[in-house]
């Protein structure tokens, strides 16, 4: 891929600033930068679906490119098609297939030399496509895509517009994977993978045969799948190829650093030493002052090649702070019911019983699907069970973090999101500010927000509930590194009571976790993270998929 003299600008933010770069055929490439750098801005330019204001993205061949988007809600159709069915599509062979036979069949219908030469042509050309896609083994290497990514065959039967987020999520990614493309855009793969999954995407696609291109905040998918780095750089609205893993990046990152920084430091001490000899003999005799003038011109020389240092970009400033303290116990939950189709006979939850006590940080697992936000939902009262009782103390303050961010009012803009807190329009923009936004982003309406911004606006919310009892969904999706190492740090030491439901383990396993609840068995383990890890493993060998 040539990326040839690329600028782009929105309103009065430069994205990219004149971007020549060239990027190799065949290879797995991390694209990393802050959130705001232009990543999925960069996918969209590829896909044709933004024009950039100047410059092209050319490629050496004609590319077959798949993209997984950050948000996998609105691609998918909300139709009664089956998942079995859907996953089909994603190679066209049936299409194909009935191509040519229609066209052999027009074929029989003419005795013009020129019309069937013109078409046996078209049937060539459609048969090298149709060869390309495997029409023969494709069926079964679905069937493969569909184990390994644990995709039951109930959910198979199921409709698309019965699918959870989660689901949504894993029936996309196996779909893309199986359309064989020879570029696929991947753009924060993993938010929704539950560890099995992830496990068996990782080694899928550590040995894809196309071109990758993986926009992820999660670190350690990005070292198991990666051989390149490209950094997209906020600050100067370039970008830089680096042979190897994220892992290698920083390294080698770290190098260029600790050298620039002595390169600095060198100059710094030669510009001292000659603005010392100048400083002394400017004003002497004769001979004096040509030393003197000298040394000027070399520090002028000097200046010309200055070395500077870019700043390191500001980071977001999370401080989570409970109102008042709760009861002994916020939450208790007894013998807890719940389905969503209520002519099924099997429950989705079945008599979960459950109790908090005050401060425990405690961590929902399960396969997608299973429950875990649904659970959530239960809790806060967005969803009412079908049997059983939710009791909340009678000073329990619940601050919701939801994973599509349903909280936030899309019609609104970032500063009346706040209205609901008794906070001054100054307080408004004092937090947003911590969060990043700035002063003329305050009016954006949530609709055009990107999902990174999404995620520092309901952090913000939470942030100004002050409550004493965090119900978190998926809290570092979408974020960058640095942010999500920030709500970790704040999370470890919030002296209120914590239910999270996340599947970044290096991430959860820093918070003091105290205890698990797997759904949908309803059982309850002490955390390990071990345990965590393998639990998805186990279950599958259960179901013997």
Known sequence: MFVKNLNLIFGTETIFSDINIFIPSNEHIGIVGANGAGKTTFFKIILGLLEPDSGTIEFPNKERIGWLPQVITDEIPNTEITVLDYLLTGRPVKKLETEIEDIYTSITNTTDEKVINKKLKTIAKLQDELDYYEPFTAEGQLLKLISGMNIDDKLLDQTLSSLSGGQKSKIAFARLLYAKQSLILLDEPTNHLDQDTKAYVTNYLSTYPGTVYIISHDLEFLNATTSKTLVLDKRTHKMQLYNGNYAKYIKIKTEQDLR??????????????????????????????????????????????????????????????????????PLKIKDLSFKYDKSS???????????????????????????????LKLIVGTLTPDAGEIILGPKTDIGYYAQEHELLDNDKNLLDNLDEFDLTERDKKGLLGRFLFQYDEINKKVSVLSPGERSRLALAKLTAMKANLLILDEPTNHLDPPTQKLIANNLKDFPGTIILVSHNTEFVDNLGIERTLIIPSGKLAYYEKETVEMYHTINTKKKGV
């Open 345 to 375: 006979k099997t429950n989705l939850l079945h008599k979960i019983n459950l109790e908090i006590p005050r401060g425990e940080k405690f961590l929902i697992v399960g396969e997608n699907g299973a429950g875990k936000s649904t659970l």
């Open 260 to 329: 620039l920084q002595k390169e600095v430091e060198h100059q710094q001490k030669e510009r001292e030493h000659l603005q010392g000899i100048i400083d002394k003999y400017l004003h002497g005799n004769e001979k004096k002052a040509n030393i003197a003038k000298d040394r000027q011109k070399k520090l002028a020389k000097l200046e010309e090649k200055t070395i500077v240092i870019e700043k390191n970009l500001r980071q977001a400033s999370l401080s989570l702070h409970q109102g008042r303290e709760s009861t002994s116990y």
